[in-house]
């Protein structure tokens, strides 16, 4: 089976009212499609995560899930400013958020880092003053 395009979200920067509502949607589906538990709460891990990275960080994005027969991908991507030091991103703890997202009980620094836990394949693409693009696959 070919890659199959399951669920395609906008995501606004600052938008903590809708945030984690594609990860819900994404949630449903995987259920729907009788994925095993363990594995799509591994997916929807990942998803939230990359989700409330382009809520916190960016500029606005999207994010895009896409299943075949042995895989779940999903890519987000947003419209900057980009990680400036990606290994440090990915270090538990790290976080730029700010003051005020972090007072809403965000920006722990454990975003990137369970992406990367959760994760069999993980690609970044990004730059400081660029866009950045994440394709995270959990192997079914």
Avoid: C
């Avoid at 500029?59 to 991908?73: H, M, P, R």
């Avoid at 700010?98 to 965000?106: I, L």
């Avoid at 693409?125 to 696959?137: D, H, M, N, P």
Wanted: hydrophobic share 40%; net charge negative.
């Amino acid at each position: 089976m070919h890659e199959q395009l399951i669920l395609q979200a906008k995501i606004a920067k600052g938008d903590f009212m809708r945030g984690g509502e594609a990860s819900s949607n994404l949630k449903e589906i995987l259920r729907k499609l009788g994925i095993r538990s363990d594995i799509s709460r591994r997916i929807t891990i990942v998803m939230y995560e990359l989700e409330m990275n382009i809520v916190i960080h960016s500029l606005g994005g999207e994010v895009a899930v896409y299943i075949s027969s042995d895989q779940v991908k999903v890519v987000a991507t947003d419209a900057g400013p980009g990680i400036e030091d990606v290994e440090k991103a990915f270090q538990p703890g790290y976080s730029t958020a700010d003051d005020a997202v972090r007072e809403m009980g965000f920006g722990a620094g454990m975003g990137l880092n369970n992406v990367k836990h959760f994760s069999d394949e993980l690609e970044v693409e990004t730059g400081k003053g660029q866009g950045t693009s994440i394709t995270a696959v959990v192997y079914l």
